[in-house]
C-alpha cells in the first residue's frame, strides 16, 4: 500500500510549528501547509527523531519467559524507540555469527523497530577468550557494539585486545565497568543505607578504576571505548577528565540511574535490585549534571525485563534489572526540558543522533530532516501519567508503578509506519 | 498493639518498655515450679528457619510453650528450599495451615521484611535473624539482661539512660550490632563500635554511635558500662578481614588482662555461641561479670513477652 501522511502542526524540537510529509519509508518535505490523502493533526506534539537503544535486554534467545524480541521491541515502539541495540547475555550467548543472524532476523520479522544485535566480547561472556569479533562484523547483522555486559571485561591484556581488534571494522567495545573482586557478593551501594541495611556493599570505586584503567588503555591504543550505565559521581568526574584529555570515550546513564535512589532499597522490594546498583542522591544530580553539559553523551535504558518469580522473593535471592523502555522520553523530559537546563535537541541527541553515532547505524539518528528514514518519536509533553504495572513488555518489572511521570509517547512512526498510533501499539509490525 | 517484630528500630521507648516489663514477669513464671501460662492456647506459633540455630529455635519453642500456643519448627536449610521463591511458597503454606505467629530466621537481609510485606500471610511476624541485618530479639533481651544487672529487682519502668556500651568485633557482618545499636538509641543509651577498620561499614554516617579502633584505648578513655564482645563467623576468617586469629585475639580479643580494667560495677555480655579463645577467652568468659548465662535465661523471658505482646492484644496486667 502507498503510504503518504502529513503531521499536521507538529512542534519540530525546539523550533516552531510545522508539518512534516512522509511517503513511504521516508521524510519528503517538512514546511507550512503541506497536504496528503491522511492528515494527522500533530497539535501540542513535539517531533524528535526515533529513539535509539544502544542498550536493551531483549532475551531471546533463552530467556523468553522474560521477554522476546518481538515483546521486547513492542515495548520500545511503546517508548518512542525505532532501534534497539540487544545485549550479548542470552542463551546461548550472542558470541557468534549464528546468534546475532537469528536476533537481527527476530527483529526484522517482528517490525517495531531496528534490532541490531550486540556481539559478546569474549566466548560465552567468560572472559578468558575473544569471541569471534570479526565474523560478527562481517555476519549480515554487521555488529559493531560488543560487549560482555552483565559482566566485566576486567582482564587488562583482553580489554586491551577488544579494544585494538575492532578497529578493523569500525568498531566499539562497550563496557559493563565493574571490578569483580571489589564486588563479590554485592546488593547494592555501598554507603549509609547499606550499612544499615546489612545488605553487602557495591562500592563506586569498583565501577570508577575500571573506567579509570580503560580510558587510559583507550587513549595507549588509540580506540574508542564506551562505558554501559555510569552510576557514580566519580565516574563522571573519570569521563570527563578523559574527554578533555581527547581520549575517544563515549558514556551513557540509565533513566533509572537519573531519577532513583539507594533510599529506596530500604523496603527491601526487589524492584530497585539492579546493577549497578541505585545510587545516593549526589550521584543522581552529578549524573543528571553530565547528561546537560555533555560528559555523558547518552540516555541507555538497561530494560532488564525479568519473570515475577525472579523478583517476588528476598532481596538477595532476586535477579538484577528494571524495566526501561516505556519511560525513558519521560524522565529524559524530566532532566532536560522540565528542570529548565538545557532543550529538546538535546533530548534527541542523548536518545537518537549520538546512540546512533556510537552504534554506526547509519539509518538512524538521522534526525528529522528531508530524506531522512521516517523515524519519528511524537510526544506530548504535557500529559502526566501515573505508571501502571500493565505493559508491552512481557515482564512487569518497573520501578515507576505508582510515580506519575510528565510526558508521553503519543506515536511512533517506524521506517514511516506507525508502530503506535494515539498511544495504542499496532497490532502487527510492518513488514 | 504491634504485629510484626522486624527491627528493634520498629519500637518506641514506650513500646520497648513495655515488652521489657512484660518479660520481667515473665521471669518471674519461669522461676515458679510449673512454668506455664494459659495465655497462648489454641494459637499456633511456628519457627521457620532457613538457617541453623539451635539456640535461638529452642529459645522460642520455649517461650511458645510456656505460653501453651502449639509449636511446629519447620527447619527449612538442606530440604529443596534454597532459591527465592521458596520462601513465598512455604509462607503461603503456613498461611493456609492457619499459622497465627511466623518465627523466621533467614540467610537474606531483609527476608522478615519481604514477609511481612508480600501479603503472603496475615500471622504476626517475629525477625529471629535475618542475614546480616537484624535480631531484635537479640538486642531485647540484652537490653532486659542490662537493666536487670543495674536495676535487680526494681527494673520496671526503667530505660538504659546514660549507659555507656561498648560493642567489639564483627560490627560490619552483625545482626545483633545492628538491633542493638537501634535499641540503646531508643533506650537512651551511649553506643560505641570497637573493630578493625575492615570489620566496620565503609560509611556509618547514618549510626548513632562512636567507632574506635583500639579496645584497650576504648576500654581506658571510656570506661564503658558494658562492653559486648560479637562472635567472629568462621567465613570471616580466611578473607582478609584480619590477619590472623591470634593477631584478632591479641588486639580485638577480650582476656583476663583486659577484665582487670574494667570498673567495678561494669559487665561482659556475649550473645554466644563463644569462640573461647578468640573473641573471649575462658576467665572473662566464666568470671562473674560474664551474663552469657544471664542472656540465655533472659532470651526466653523476653521472647514470651514478645510473643504475648504480638498474639495477645491484651495488656499484661495477668501476667
Known amino acids: 500500500m502507498s503510504n503518504s501522511f502529513v503531521l499536521k502542526n507538529v512542534q519540530l524540537g525546539d523550533g516552531g510549528a510545522t508539518d512534516i510529509l512522509v511517503e513511504a519509508d521516508k521524510i519528503v518535505a517538512i514546511g507550512s501547509g503541506l497536504t496528503a490523502a491522511e492528515v494527522i493533526d500533530c497539535t501540542g506534539l513535539v517531533a524528535l527523531p526515533g529513539f535509539v537503544d544502544l542498550h536493551t535486554h531483549l532475551r531471546e534467545p533463552g530467556f523468553e519467559q522474560s521477554e522476546t524480541v518481538l515483546t521486547g521491541t513492542q515495548a520500545a515502539a511503546m517508548g518512542g524507540f525505532t532501534a534497539v541495540h540487544a545485549m550479548a547475555n542470552t542463551s546461548p550467548v550472542a558470541d557468534t555469527a549464528g546468534v546475532v543472524e537469528q536476533v537481527a532476523a527476530l527483529g526484522r520479522e517482528a517490525g517495531y523497530a531496528d534490532v541490531y544485535p550486540i556481539g559478546a566480547v569474549t566466548v560465552g561472556l567468560e572472559g578468558k577468550q575473544l569471541a569471534e569479533l570479526g565474523a560478527m562484523a562481517n555476519s549480515k547483522a554487521q555488529v559493531r557494539v560488543f560487549s560482555d555486559d552483565g559482566k566485566c571485561v576486567h582482564d587488562p591484556v583482553l580489554m586491551r585486545r577488544a579494544l585494538e581488534y575492532v578497529k578493523a571494522f569500525g568498531g566499539v567495545v562497550a563496557q559493563h565497568a565493574q571490578e569483580p573482586r571489589l564486588t563479590e557478593g554485592a546488593q547494592m551501594n555501598e554507603g549509609a543505607v547499606s550499612a544499615e541495611l546489612g545488605l553487602t556493599g557495591w562500592p563506586a570505586v569498583a565501577e570508577e578504576s575500571i573506567i579509570a584503567r580503560d580510558v587510559l588503555l583507550a587513549e595507549h591504543v588509540g580506540s574508542r571505548v564506551h562505558i554501559c550505565h555510569l552510576s557514580t559521581a566519580g565516574s563522571v568526574e573519570i569521563v570527563r577528565w578523559a574527554k578533555a584529555r581527547g581520549i575517544q570515550v563515549t558514556a551513557e546513564v540509565t533513566p533509572h540511574h537519573l531519577l532513583l535512589t539507594d533510599e529506596l532499597v530500604r523496603s527491601y522490594d526487589a524492584v530497585y535490585k539492579v546493577n549497578p546498583p541505585l545510587r545516593t542522591a549526589a550521584d543522581v544530580l552529578a549524573l543528571r549534571e553530565a547528561l546537560v553539559d555533555g560528559t555523558i553523551d547518552i540516555i541507555a535504558t538497561d530494560h532488564a525485563p525479568h519473570p515475577i518469580e525472579a523478583k517476588d522473593c528476598e532481596w538477595s535471592a532476586a535477579a538484577f534489572g528494571m524495566l526501561g523502555l516505556e519511560t525513558a522520553a519521560s524522565i529524559a523530559q524530566d532532566v532536560l526540558i522540565d528542570s529548565g537546563k538545557s532543550n529538546w535537541s538535546r533530548l534527541a541527541e542523548v536518545l537518537s543522533t549520538n546512540p546512533a553515532k556510537i552504534g554506526s547505524d547509519s539509518e538512524q539518528g538521522q534526525g528529522l530532516v528531508v530524506g531522512a528514514f521516517a523515524n519519528i518519536a511524537l510526544i506530548d509533553p504535557s500529559v502526566k501519567r501515573r505508571v501502571v504495572a500493565d505493559s508491552a513488555s512481557k515482564s512487569k518489572n518497573s520501578p515507576y508503578v505508582g510515580l506519575e511521570l510528565l510526558g508521553q509517547v503519543k506515536h511512533t512512526i517506524y521506517r514511516g509506519y506507525f508502530t503506535v498510533r494515539d498511544g495504542k501499539l499496532a497490532e502487527v509490525g510492518r513488514n | 498493639m504491634i504485629k510484626y517484630l522486624l527491627s528493634a528500630g520498629d519500637l518506641t521507648r514506650d513500646q520497648a518498655i513495655e515488652i521489657l516489663d512484660i518479660a520481667e514477669g515473665m521471669a518471674d513464671v519461669n522461676e515458679r515450679e510449673i512454668k506455664k501460662l494459659p495465655t497462648l492456647r489454641g494459637k499456633t506459633v511456628v519457627n521457620l528457619f532457613f538457617e541453623d540455630s539451635t539456640r535461638t529455635r529452642i529459645s522460642f519453642e520455649l517461650a511458645a510453650k510456656r505460653l501453651s500456643a502449639d509449636v511446629i519448627n519447620f527447619s527449612a536449610k538442606g530440604s529443596s528450599v534454597s532459591k527465592g521463591e521458596s520462601l513465598k511458597d512455604t509462607a503461603q503454606t503456613l498461611e493456609a495451615m492457619g499459622a497465627d505467629a511466623v518465627v523466621i530466621r533467614h540467610p537474606a537481609s531483609g527476608a522478615a521484611n519481604v514477609l511481612a510485606h508480600s ?178 535465661a533472659n532470651g526466653v523471658s523476653v521472647r514470651m513477652a514478645v510473643l504475648y505482646s504480638l498474639l495477645s492484644g491484651e495488656r499484661a496486667a495477668d501476667v
Open chain 2, 119 to 296: 501479603n503472603w500471610i496475615n500471622g504476626a511476624i517475629v525477625n529471629a535473624g535475618d542475614g546480616t541485618h537484624e535480631h531484635p530479639t537479640q538486642a531485647l533481651l540484652d537490653a532486659f539482661t542490662m537493666r536487670k544487672r543495674i536495676h535487680g529487682a526494681n527494673s520496671k519502668g526503667k530505660a538504659l539512660e546514660g549507659l555507656k556500651v561498648a560493642i567489639v568485633g564483627d560490627v560490619l557482618h552483625s545482626r545483633v550490632a545492628r538491633s542493638n545499636l537501634l535499641l540503646l538509641n531508643t533506650l537512651g543509651a551511649e553506643v560505641h563500635f570497637v573493630a578493625p577498620p575492615t570489620l566496620l561499614p565503609a560509611n556509618p554516617s547514618n549510626w548513632k554511635a562512636k567507632l574506635h579502633y583500639s579496645l584497650d584505648e576504648t576500654l581506658e578513655l571510656e570506661k564503658p558500662d558494658v562492653v559486648m564482645m560479637l562472635r567472629v563467623q568462621a567465613e570471616r576468617m580466611n578473607a582478609s578481614f584480619f590477619p590472623s586469629e591470634r593477631e584478632y585475639a591479641r588486639i580485638w580479643g577480650f582476656n583476663a588482662d583486659r577484665l582487670k580494667t574494667l570498673k567495678p560495677s561494669a559487665f561482659l555480655m556475649h550473645p554466644g555461641p563463644m569462640n573461647r579463645g578468640l573473641e573471649i577467652d575462658a576467665i572473662s568468659a566464666d568470671s562473674p561479670q560474664s551474663t552469657v548465662l544471664e542472656q540465655v
